[in-house]
């Protein structure tokens, strides 16, 4: 029974007990006489209250039942969803109280493998594993903790290995969750395989074992054979077959073929046979070396490495290795045995070398005794002169005390020595000494053919000696013939053969000695020769090797000691970033010969100017870096004032005094930078100020320069877009005849119409274009657009002008230039008359065999060549006289000044003889009054360009401005001949 109905009832109960006692107290309180009349009325209310009262409740009791039953069926329909979701998901799901599973899903069915539930349920999670998960513990273990941790933390999620029921494993991702149901809490488990996840973890995995592996191998690229040892792949780095490609190998060529089938010339079938074997047992090689020749004759030696792979089943499946280009380090080995082969030779006097030089005489005076003892004979070494080098061993007293003790007897040892000792490759030396009676043997030392000592044996005798001839040689010398012969007798006796079996082991021995000193001096020097490279390579790492300054990571280093001194004791810093002004012009005009010796020049200039504790670096081509521990603003200023007035004394290269100044950006520490990097781009940056402010100046940092430097940056990337999106147009300036004012064509200027901007000036950004390669771009733009346009002109029948186009001196070594220019002419149907080419005097100084044949090419084409801004470069006459040039411009900084200054008269009227001599016509710009005209008219000027005339103009005003001037041009015409004549 619910609390409703038991409140139902309740209500009922008390109705019914009011009712009761209302009944009562209306029977006492009635009066008898009326009380007959009303029996029938209250009966009537009593079951008319009782009835309406029990159909509230029927009413209520419905209404519950309902409600009941709507509550019902919904819970069904949502656990029909529910089941639904359950059944459906993809995910295995799986239901299990606190140790086996009761109910799962298809998914999980699928997953484990199974036909049927019956198969999954009923089981623990560990009868589903293995005996350990990949980690190393219990899969029941850790299965019963983590349901722990569920039960007690909330959800788990983690990744477990299962078995199927195959007993095949795969990797699952796990999320159980802990859920009420039927008064108690069970578990939710989601599986998610991720066996393919976990595949593709263990190829990465064994990419990069494959990759450590190659790298450990320190090799240059890679390759990979298979079991019939064909190539199958090579790494695709150009750096990495960079030593391939003269050799005339492509890679792509190698693949299916083995390395016996390339073009190696050096190998023997036996030395083939033998890497093949090697290959066949599947061992791993090191270091097998080969040489290559190019069917040009090409050769190259590479040295390649290998390892052998193993399938998972342990079968061979092929070979994985490097190699590198080794030609070179060949090439240093063979220098290097020249130098050895070289040792063999005699040695030269001069070099002073000597027998103490290459043996510890200590250890060769006991094995000088050790011989004599073995053998039984006496022994010595001497120089060559027959001077002894050690002492006597095991010498008789008839040699000691009579014959050695004597001038004479001594001279005639040395000199017996010195015969016996000479140098003989053949065996050693033996006849009796100058005593006649007894025998001696010798060997010479002989170092890479120098003859540097002897080593002597002998004073023995036989039984044959003759002692009366003795006594001869005692009186010859001065000795007491008694006492010789009693010495004499005491000498050991040995037989002729005995001694000749001695003299060869001392021959041997001899032998031994020379090649162990020759093996010595090899050693030594090649050690020196070793330590003297590797001092060169240290050298090299640090120091620029033209100027022999420190470079850049030198500078680094010292850099980063002395930024830490200065944050250590507060101290300033100064970096400078120094350009030579106009090196470039010395290279080109002199040559690079000349250039470097400048460079160096200016090095040791530099280094004269700093102190010992600064440091001057070269960073490449005619960029330095001066390094100034301990200059604040004011020393820095002197310094760079210093620098600048130094080099206004010229340098001498080769007979020519050099003009050459110098640009300098500083930037100081702390106040412009932290750290060096900082500091040197913030130099860099003052650099480029002071090369915009004119050059041969200073300028120090400062941070509205950065912004300047972004600014540039980011009209550099507008530029990019302005050439692709149409933003840029041509305006043109007309050129007029002088001596008839007949318009002959006309100059096409470049003009930027910024949606933003407005109008940005040229001289904005064609500084920025010159600076990077969208000159090259921009010049392409405006062959395009001016083309198209004189195109346009032609059709509607307006008069043909020749238009010039300026284009930059990197345009005319781009090899497409013609072929650009020829379509372009074709496309439009244009004569090559139509396009004139104007090109800066630091062209023809850029000129080189590419550039030259660019425009012959383009004059053979009918194309117009002119020099602009003539007389301000500097241009030789043997470029005009080389050059297919058509015509000069006069620099308009030349005819602003024609009225005033007599030299700009004089320049102008030179300029236009030059150009006539060489057949060239002259074209004066910037002409803005009648003054100049006239002047330029006088000195016989072609052509001119300038405000007097027109500005430059879009081409619908050009268009107007030459329908007005064809009105005009016969009272032009007029006034100009009455101005000529």
């Given at each position: 029974?619910?609390v ?8 009922t ?5 009011t ?11 009635t ?16 079951v ?14 419905r ?6 039953t ?6 069904r329909?949502?656990?029909?969803l529910?089941?639904?979701l ?6 295995a ?15 999980a ?20 594993s293995?005996e ?5 513990r ?7 903790e ?7 933390e909330?959800?788990q ?31 939710h488990?989601?599986w998610?395989?991720?066996t393919?996840?976990k595949d593709a ?9 494959r990759f450590r ?13 298979d079991?019939?040892?064909r ?29 016996w ?7 023997t ?5 033998t ?19 190019s069917?040009l ?14 399938g ?6 092929g070979y ?8 070179e380090?060949?090439?240093m080995e ?15 006097e001069?070099?002073?070398?000597q ?8 250890e060769i005076?006991?094995?000088q005794?050790?011989?004599a ?12 002169d027959g001077?002894?080098?050690?002492r006597?061993?095991?010498f008789c007293r ?18 017996s020595d ?17 005593s ?12 890479g053919g120098?003859?540097i ?7 023995v ?10 006594l ?12 010789f012969?009693e ?20 021959f ?6 020379s ?24 050298h ?8 022999n ?13 002395a ?6 004791h507060?101290?300033?810093?100064a ?25 160096v020049?200016v ?9 010992e504790?600064?440091t ?5 081509g005619?960029?330095f870096?001066?390094?100034l521990?301990?200059?604040n603003?004011d ?34 520490y ?6 060096f ?20 100046t ?7 320069m950065?912004?300047a430097?972004?600014a ?20 043109y ?7 008839d ?22 001289n ?7 600076a ?14 001016v083309?198209?346009q004189l ?7 307006l ?14 070594r ?22 004139e080419l ?17 425009l012959?090419m383009l ?22 006289k ?15 000044d024609l ?16 150009g006539h ?15 100049q ?11 001119a360009?300038g405000?007097?005339?027109s ?10 401005w030459l329908?007005?001037?064809s ?12 101005v000529?004549?």
């Open positions: 029974m619910t409703k109905v038991r409140g139902i009832l309740s209500v109960l008390g109705i019914l007990a009712l009761l006692i209302l009944w009562e107290t209306d029977r006492w309180m009066p008898l006489m009326i009380s007959a009349i009303y029996p029938t009325y209250r009966w009537v209310a009593v008319g209250i009782l009835i309406v009262f029990l159909a509230v409740l029927y009413l209520c009791l209404q519950r039942t309902r409600a009941a709507v509550r019902a069926t919904g819970l329909e949502r656990e029909q529910f089941r639904t359950f059944e459906q998901s993809d995910d799901n799986l239901l299990l109280d606190h140790e086996r599973f009761f109910d799962c899903n298809a998914a069915l699928r997953m484990l493998r199974a036909t049927d539930k019956a198969q999954v349920l009923s089981r623990q999670p560990a009868e589903l293995p350990f998960q990949p980690d190393g219990c899969s029941m273990e850790k299965a019963q983590i349901i722990t941790a569920a039960f007690r909330g959800s999620r983690f990744e477990w290995v299962h078995c199927r029921l195959d007993g095949s494993e795969l990797w699952v991702e796990i999320l159980v969750t802990v859920i009420p149901w039927q008064d108690r809490h069970i578990l488990a989601v998610r395989d991720i393919q996840r973890e263990e190829a990465l995995r064994a990419s990069e074992a592996d190659l790298s450990a191998l320190a090799s240059d690229w890679f390759w990979e054979q079991e019939q040892f190539f199958t792949y090579f790494s695709s780095s150009e750096a990495a077959m960079v030593g391939m490609e003269p050799a005339g190998i492509n890679s792509n060529q190698l693949i299916g073929k083995a390395r089938e390339m073009p190696i010339v050096n190998l079938p036996e030395q083939w046979a890497h093949r074997a090697l290959l066949e047992a599947h061992q791993p090689f090191r270091d097998f070396e080969y040489l290559v020749r069917d004759g090409e050769e190259r030696w590479f040295s390649v490495n290998g390892i052998p792979l193993f998972d089943a342990g079968h061979f499946i994985r290795g490097t190699g590198r280009d080794i030609t380090r060949r090439r063979e220098a290097l045995t020249s130098r050895i082969v070289a040792l063999t030779r005699p040695l030269n001069e070099e002073g070398i027998f103490e030089d290459l043996f510890n005489l200590e005076q006991k094995l005794d050790l011989f003892q073995a053998t039984g004979v006496a022994s010595i070494i001497t120089r060559v001077s002894p080098i050690t006597p061993s095991s008839l040699c000691i005390q009579l014959i050695r003790n004597t001038e004479k007897g001594l001279h005639n040892c040395y000199h010195a015969i016996i000792g000479r140098h003989n490759p053949d065996g050693p030396i033996i006849q009796p000494c100058l006649g009676g007894l025998w001696d043997a010798g060997a010479s030392i002989t170092v120098k003859h000592a002897n080593w002597l044996i002998g004073q005798r036989d039984q044959t000696q003759n002692e009366n001839r003795m001869e040689y005692a009186q010859g010398i001065g000795v007491d013939q008694q006492k012969i010495a004499f007798r005491e000498v050991p006796t040995m037989s002729r053969t005995q001694f000749e079996k001695v003299a060869w082991a001392l041997a021995l001899a032998k031994q000695l090649t162990l000193a020759y093996q010595n001096i090899q050693q030594a020097r090649f050690i020196t020769e070793r330590q003297q490279i590797e001092q060169r390579i240290e090299l790492a640090y120091f620029d090797p033209l100027t300054l420190p470079n850049r990571a030198l500078l680094a280093q010292r850099a980063d000691l930024l830490a001194l200065a944050a250590r507060h101290t300033k810093l970096v400078f970033f120094l350009d030579l002004d106009r090196f470039k012009e010395v290279n080109d005009s002199l040559g690079h010969t000349e250039g470097d010796e400048l460079l020049q090095a040791q200039r530099l280094q004269e100017a700093i102190r504790t600064d001057v670096c070269r960073l490449g005619d960029e870096v001066l390094l521990p301990e200059a603003l020393g820095a200023r002197q310094v760079a004032d210093k620098l600048l007035t130094l080099f206004r004394q010229p340098f001498i290269v080769a007979s020519h005094h050099l003009h050459t100044t110098l640009s300098v950006g500083i930037a100081l702390p106040h412009d930078g932290a750290d990097d900082e500091l040197l781009k913030n130099a860099d940056t003052a650099l480029y100020r002071a090369k915009q402010e004119g050059r041969n200073r300028v120090f940092y400062a941070r509205e950065n912004i430097s972004v540039r940056l980011v009209l550099e990337t507008e530029l990019h877009q302005a050439i692709q999106q149409g933003q840029l147009c041509v305006y300036q007309p050129k007029l005849r002088l001596a004012g007949v318009v002959v064509g006309a100059e096409a200027l470049v003009r930027w119409r910024h949606p933003e901007r407005g109008l940005i000036p040229p904005q950004f064609i500084p920025v274009a010159e990077s390669n969208l000159i090259v771009d921009l010049g392409d733009w405006m062959l395009d657009e083309s198209r195109a346009t002109w032609r059709k509607v029948g008069p043909h002008p020749s238009i010039a186009v300026n284009l930059a001196a990197r345009h005319f781009e090899p497409g230039l013609v072929p650009h220019i020829e379509r372009l002419l074709a496309i439009y149907g244009l004569p090559p008359e139509a396009l104007e090109l800066t005097e630091s062209t023809l100084l850029e000129t080189g065999a590419g550039t030259m044949d660019t012959r004059r053979q084409l009918g194309i117009g060549l002119a020099i602009d801004d003539f007389g301000t470069g500097y241009s030789s006459l043997g470029y005009l080389r050059l297919p040039i058509t015509a000069l411009k006069i620099d308009q900084s030349f005819v602003r009225e005033h200054d007599s030299d700009d008269r004089t320049l102008a009227a030179t300029i236009v003889a030059l001599s060489l057949g060239l016509k002259v074209i004066a710009e910037g002409v803005e009054t009648e003054q005209r006239r002047i330029l008219l006088e000195q016989g000027c072609d052509l360009q405000y007097l005339f500005r430059p103009l879009p081409a619908e005003d050009f268009v107007a329908v007005r001037q009105v005009t041009s016969t009272a032009t015409h007029r006034e100009y001949a009455v000529s004549h």
